[in-house]
């Protein structure tokens, strides 16, 4: 028997995205853009450039798989 568990992908991904952008906020009061985003890389196990991209608010499509 299979039994499928949820993993909420897009909600924590967006919960995440969130979480960057109100750190990056706080950060740049104290630190260059730069730093905040190196920073933030290293912390969120992120490429510096997909911080960019979620502070930035370029985002793309969700790659989780649609449900059934």
Do not use: W
């Not at 750190?23 to 853009?33: A, C, L, N, V, W």
């Not at 992120?46 to 960019?52: G, Y």
């Amino acid at each position: 028997m299979n039994m499928y568990i949820p993993r909420c992908t897009i909600a924590m991904n967006a919960l995440r995205d969130r979480q960057i952008i109100e750190d990056f906020d706080e950060m740049i009061q104290e630190m260059s853009t730069r730093e905040a985003f190196n920073q933030l890389a290293r912390r969120y196990h992120r490429s510096v450039v997909a911080i960019k991209n979620t502070v930035n608010g370029k985002v793309h499509p969700s790659r989780a798989k649609p449900r059934p």
